[in-house]
């Protein structure tokens, strides 16, 4: 997917984002932060990764979501010192040994790395294969207006945390992680067959939840767990949870 990035500026900068976004901005220091911006009613809004560079904060957003994101942030920003500019840089993603600058993704070890220059672009990984199997989201896919963080995995793809300050969506986050048992949520399936994104899938004829990306036999699925314990169907696919 193409990819905007942004420079975020101001003496304000940090702590402007600390109070916006999922995850802890003080991890910038160690690397990549992966976060999210959410509605107040808890919902996701986009997904983004956050490097510090030269006394800069990139911002690095899927391309469709940037126009929303960036308009977001602005509305927030109020009198606060903080300047947000698009930027010349692209990112460019691999796997195996990293080059000079490059930054591990902080979602799982197996996507490998994110270096920002003036190259865009990727090493022609099968990162959709990688992404199936770790069970790990991709924006306008997996990520939709509709979609609570948790039940997208963000507390395992290391997305969010509980032990910051006040964020937007936070207290309906927080309710969802200490209060209740997640009954709903993503999770790799093995699929006979092929049916197409966003294909219902069903069980015992009753609706059991939606296919999202496939690779090979098997494939990410957002499912109803009470639903999810043996044979269903997508389409003339057959669905099954993996091992």
Same mark, same amino acid.
């Not at 220091?29 to 983004?48: E, H, I, M, N, R």
């Not at 692209?90 to 796997?95: E, I």
């Not at 939709?144 to 945390?161: K, M, Q």
């Given at each position: ?5 942004h ?5 304000d900068?940090?702590?402007? *984002?600390?109070? *916006? ?10 690397? *990549?932060?992966?976060a ?17 560079? +030269?006394? =800069? ?6 391309? !469709?979501l940037? @126009? ?5 942030l602005?509305?927030?920003k ?17 796997t ?14 197996d ?11 990727d !090493?022609? =990984? !099968?990162?959709?294969a ?11 896919i ?9 039940e997208a995995?963000?507390?395992? *793809? ?8 006040c ?6 986050t927080?309710?969802m992680?200490?209060k ?5 949520g ?12 966003? =294909? ?5 004829g009753? @609706? ?22 043996g044979?269903?169907?997508?389409e ?6 993996a +091992?």
């Amino acid at each position: 997917m193409t990819r905007t990035i942004h420079e975020i500026t101001g003496s304000d900068a940090t702590d402007f *984002l600390q109070g *916006l976004v999922t995850n802890d901005i003080t991890r910038l220091g160690q690397g *990549l932060v992966y976060a999210a911006l959410l509605t107040p009613q808890g919902k996701y809004l986009a997904d983004f990764f956050l490097a510090r560079r +030269d006394g =800069t904060i990139l911002l690095d957003a899927d391309a !469709d979501l940037a @126009p929303g994101l960036i308009q977001r942030l602005t509305m927030y920003k109020l009198r606060a010192d903080v300047d947000i500019a698009p930027s010349d840089l692209q990112v460019f993603r691999g796997t195996g040994p990293a080059p000079e600058g490059a930054l591990p993704d902080p979602r799982h070890p197996d996507m490998g790395w994110r270096r920002y220059g003036e190259e865009g672009g990727d !090493d022609g =990984t !099968d990162f959709d294969a990688i992404r199936v199997a770790h069970c790990i989201p991709e924006t306008g896919i997996e990520l939709t207006p509709d979609t609570f963080i948790l039940e997208a995995g963000f507390e395992r *793809l290391n997305g969010v945390e509980f032990r910051k300050g006040c964020y937007v969506g936070q207290e309906v986050t927080a309710r969802m992680k200490h209060k209740t048992e997640l009954r709903k949520g993503l999770r790799t399936v093995r699929i006979k067959g092929r049916a197409a994104v966003g =294909t219902p899938i069903t069980a015992d004829g009753k @609706p059991a939840g939606t296919l999202f990306t496939q690779a090979g036999d098997r494939a990410i699925a957002y499912l109803r767990f009470d639903r999810a314990a043996g044979k269903m169907q997508a389409e003339e696919a057959t669905i099954t949870l993996a +091992d």
